[in-house]
């Protein structure tokens, strides 16, 4: 997604001061910036990787020893996104470091995802992992210091131990060298980028499936008319966002950088485009993959004879969005990825018009 394909926010019902605290992260003084000092993990953590790190729950039962209080306990841990993920981890980073309870109402999310209502974030997540909980606000087990980059940034300063946990792909991994490629783990949080929608009377008519060159073909120009398609005898009107959407990957990997010369409209904000779709009996258009949910219909789209839902890792124009380990995460990294991997992160997650929670 592009800067002037601006995500709705107000996707997600969140608490009103939920809301307010996502608006100030920039003065809370639990954040810090890029130039914190080396804080990597004690030399007695493993560096082996796992035998499964593509996104799987990590097993408490191999780092989740009888809670210890240590020096190396409090230790602070640092995160480094490259933005897609900053809305998610800035607002439970400030739950963290205040070590808030459920019922707070500073606490980022409300409802079902909010099981345990008198435990504190950063002691719950902390003592399952071993590490001795403090009982106290604003005094979490370990601080969670947040800062922003870019992937080959990132994957760098993941291979010389100068950050701990860090928002890459294989991108920024591949240009690592082999042997600090390989060491890295991937954990897998969520999933962004695009998802196709179609008007409700054209779904209606029969078209829920489309393969991925009839949708180029549909963008292109070369075809026109949704009858073909099985659908009703309609002009079909394309839609998309403002210049420069679909974004560079779609460009580039989906539609080959063909010229599009069959869009009909651009409409920058996901809502209003969302909306253009839903009035009309003749329109397909790319929508950020987590407004899908509240918009129109979404179609699965078959790549090389496998049909994938928006949802499924398959989907072609949407990828995974992954934090990197070097080796197995220790029990402050687990702690924190557990923390985004419980309901409360993936609540998270949700509220993000540009995110799905991973499947």
Do not use: K
Not at 300 to 305: K, M, P, Q, R, S
């Amino acid at each position: 997604m592009t800067a002037n394909d601006v995500p709705d926010p107000n996707r997600r019902a969140v608490l009103g001061s939920g809301a307010a605290l996502l608006a100030s992260l920039a003065g809370c003084s639990g954040l810090t910036g890029t130039d914190g000092a080396d804080t990597r993990t004690p030399p007695d953590r493993s560096t082996t990787p796992s035998a499964a790190t593509d996104g799987g729950p990590l097993d408490p039962s191999t780092s989740a020893p009888t809670p210890t209080a240590t020096a190396r306990s409090v230790e602070p841990l640092h995160l480094q996104t490259t933005g897609t993920l900053r809305r998610v981890v800035a607002p439970l980073a400030t739950a963290w470091n205040a070590n808030l309870r459920p019922s707070s109402e500073a606490f980022p999310v409300v409802g079902p995802a909010v099981a345990d209502a008198d435990a504190r974030l950063a002691d719950r997540f902390a003592a399952d992992r071993g590490i001795e909980p403090t009982g106290e606000r604003s005094r979490p087990p370990f601080e969670l210091v947040t800062s922003v980059s870019g992937p080959a940034r990132i994957a760098a300063d993941l291979a010389a131990g100068r950050i701990d946990l860090g928002e890459t792909g294989p991108g920024g991994v591949d240009g690592l060298p082999s042997a600090d490629a390989s060491a890295l783990t991937s954990h897998v949080l969520a999933r962004d980028g695009s998802a196709f929608v179609v008007s409700p009377a054209v779904a209606a008519a029969g078209v829920e499936t489309l393969s991925v060159g009839t949708i180029r073909g549909i963008y292109e120009g070369e075809i026109e008319n949704w009858s073909v398609l099985g659908g009703p005898d309609r002009d079909i009107y394309v839609v998309t966002g403002a210049s420069g959407t679909p974004n560079r990957p779609i460009r580039d990997e989906f539609f080959r950088r063909a010229p599009l010369d069959g869009l009909d409209a651009r409409i920058g904000r996901h809502r209003a485009r969302a909306a253009a779709v839903a009035d009309r009996d003749d329109a397909i258009a790319d929508l950020a993959v987590g407004v899908v949910e509240r918009g129109p219909p979404a179609v699965e789209v078959t790549a090389d004879g496998t049909t994938h839902g928006y949802r499924d890792p398959g989907y072609p124009t949407t990828r995974d969005v992954a934090l990197y380990a070097s080796g197995s995460p220790d029990p402050r990294e687990a702690a924190v990825l557990d923390a985004l991997r419980s309901p409360v992160g993936q609540e998270l997650v949700r509220a993000d018009p540009r995110l799905i929670a991973a499947p």
